[in-house]
């Protein structure tokens, strides 16, 4: 593909750009800006990654609104368009090269489909597949090898389920919904209740609901609680090896990267964002568009829009002040043993 034929092809995605064509290489494909190839595009987000653009053997790049950018790549004699969003329009060329796997519909003859299940006629349903009575799937969903779908579940238009996730009782999947492999929804709650004699386990009989749009990344599991639902809303994205407990409800368009645990009962807005490892106790809110920083600790309610950082979460700003001050305490306790000694009253503080 002609560098001048993509750029027409997002031209209506990309809104306002600028563009070098005094040369028009042919592409065929991207590549990563650490690892370019001959005729291919890659991109730069920023003045930060600028250096590539010295050395960098892409034949054509995408590049910020940034004029000393453009210029270092009109002296290599590169191609490049320059957009507001470099990281966007990125996502837009990868699709104009890059088609994923897509099995041809029909039912793989090793797949075992209870005659209650209602299957639409073009679904595609991969080797080893097991759907349990009652189940529900919907028009273009694609079933990759050894899923499991239990019974009564409900799988909404065009989601994909990815080999070896496992598909719980009653659990509804909207459409265009993609779980990732190993992932479990539906799975049960960690109920246990305590009696003299230790654990009481607690039936779990509730259900997990995804509304369309949402993706589950490899081995995250999504509980299903003893009574209600768990719940995603629209659009949200899930990393890899998240646990979402019984109970919680978690808003639209969130984004929760890996590692992060939630207890049971937690309530998440919309637009939030969980950045690795972060932990949430049970029954805690957090609100619309908060951010909570790589492995903090929340251990209270989370106001609209905050930012908190640390084990227990705190402010943000509070956390940066506080980390300022822990990096001086060594010299702040040499500066007490001094004092000290000159009143008299040091005490041996070093043991």
């Not at 991109?43 to 000393?68: D, F, Q």
């Not at 209650?116 to 991969?126: E, I, M, Q, S, W």
């Not at 509804?172 to 990732?180: M, R, T, W």
């Not at 994205?237 to 890996?258: P, R």
């Amino acid at each position: 593909m002609k560098f001048s034929e993509l750029v027409q092809r997002l031209a209506g995605e990309i809104g306002s750009y600028e563009v070098s064509v005094a040369t028009d290489p042919d592409l065929t494909g991207l590549s990563a800006i650490e690892e370019t190839l001959p005729q291919t595009l890659s991109y730069i987000e920023g003045e930060r990654y600028g250096h590539h653009i010295a050395t960098t053997a892409a034949s054509a790049l995408i590049l910020p609104l940034n004029a000393k950018l453009q210029t270092q790549a009109c002296d290599r004699g590169l191609a490049w368009m320059a957009v507001k969003e470099p990281r966007v329009v990125l996502a837009w060329a990868i699709n104009c090269f890059y088609c994923p796997c897509q099995p041809e519909a029909g039912i793989a003859p090793t797949a075992t489909i209870h005659p209650t299940a209602h299957l639409a006629p073009d679904v595609a349903v991969g080797p080893n597949v097991v759907v349990g009575p009652g189940v529900k799937v919907g028009a273009g969903v694609c079933i990759y090898p050894n899923v499991v779908i239990y019974p009564g579940a409900t799988i909404g238009d065009r989601t994909v389920l990815h080999a070896n996730c496992v598909i719980h009782e009653r659990s509804e999947i909207g459409p265009d919904c993609i779980i990732h492999s190993g992932a479990v929804i539906g799975s049960e709650g960690f109920g246990f209740v305590p009696i003299p004699d230790g654990w009481l386990k607690m039936p779990q009989s509730g259900r997990v609901v995804l509304a369309a749009g949402v993706e589950i990344g490899c081995n995250t599991a999504v509980d299903r609680p003893a009574l209600g639902t768990t719940q995603i809303g629209r659009n949200t994205k899930i990393d890899n090896l998240v646990q979402i407990a019984h109970g919680s409800k978690i808003g639209e368009n969130c984004a929760i990267a890996a590692q992060v645990g939630m207890a049971g009962g937690v309530k998440i807005g919309h637009r939030v964002i969980l950045a690795g490892q972060v932990g949430i106790v049970d029954h805690v809110e957090i609100g619309d568009g908060a951010i909570a920083t790589a492995k903090a600790g929340v251990h209270s309610s989370v106001s609209p829009g905050a930012i908190v950082t640390g084990i227990p979460a705190i402010p943000h700003k509070l956390f940066l002040k506080a980390t300022a001050i822990y990096n001086r305490l060594p010299d702040m306790y040499q500066g007490l043993r001094k004092l000290q000694k000159a009143a008299g009253t040091r005490q041996d503080i070093d043991k």
